[in-house]
């Protein structure tokens, strides 16, 4: 008998959508809509609208989708990796991609690390377009120290897509890196991210 990872992509979505329309079989329906997403790591990101596009998807049948794959993001969100070394940007990616990569606004987050820099906590602290104004250090170590937070790093989405991070991007890095060195937090790293991939300010050399 063959298991799950025996089928291709499309044959299992399939079996989520369970039937085509006239002319228009339920593997073409799979096909089409794994096309609008880009692949399987966008399909998380479709809204029911754009389910609906695909020839084939019902309202309803957009709405289980949607709910299935929010499903899927939970899953993932939930597989955070506490307490892991995080010595790498790649190793919290496919978190983050989900947590704010898909964001239709910039959100700003903080990861707060310890001596070892593994996690012990993270709150999204900013909603908006982020510059100076918006960005207040006070607020972003105060959390910190009230979690005995002994390192940081800070991520935010860029809900264009675009990884190209901007003059104020790049301020805001070089201030909370001065601000966390002199209070002995220091500022690890900047991560922009989307849902398709990420930079590290840090390994672009603009901490400087």
């Not at 593997?27 to 609008?36: D, M, S």
């Amino acid at each position: 008998m063959f298991g799950w990872q025996s089928l291709s992509d499309d044959e299992v979505l399939a079996i989520m959508l369970r039937n085509g329309v006239r002319d228009f079989s339920v593997n073409e329906v799979a096909q089409q809509l794994l096309h609008t997403s880009k692949g399987l790591a966008g399909l998380t990101s479709l809204s029911i609208k754009e389910c609906m596009s695909v020839k084939g998807i019902s309202y309803i049948k957009a709405l289980e989708l949607s709910a299935s794959f929010e499903l899927v993001k939970r899953v993932l969100r939930s597989t955070l990796p506490y307490m892991s070394v995080i010595d790498h940007p790649q190793v919290l990616f496919d978190w983050l991609r989900l947590e704010i990569g898909d964001k239709q606004q910039e959100h700003f987050l903080v990861i707060y690390l310890n001596t070892q820099h593994q996690i012990i906590g993270y709150k999204t602290l900013f909603v908006g377009t982020l510059d100076r104004s918006i960005i207040h250090p006070r607020e972003i170590f105060k959390e910190a120290m009230a979690v005995s937070s002994s390192k940081i790093m800070v991520v935010h989405n860029h809900p264009s897509g675009t990884l190209t991070p901007s003059s104020a991007d790049i301020q805001v890095t070089q201030n909370l890196k001065e601000i966390g060195d002199l209070m002995g937090i220091p500022l690890l790293d900047h991560l922009i991210v989307s849902a398709s991939g990420y930079i590290s300010l840090r390994q672009m050399n603009l901490f400087d």
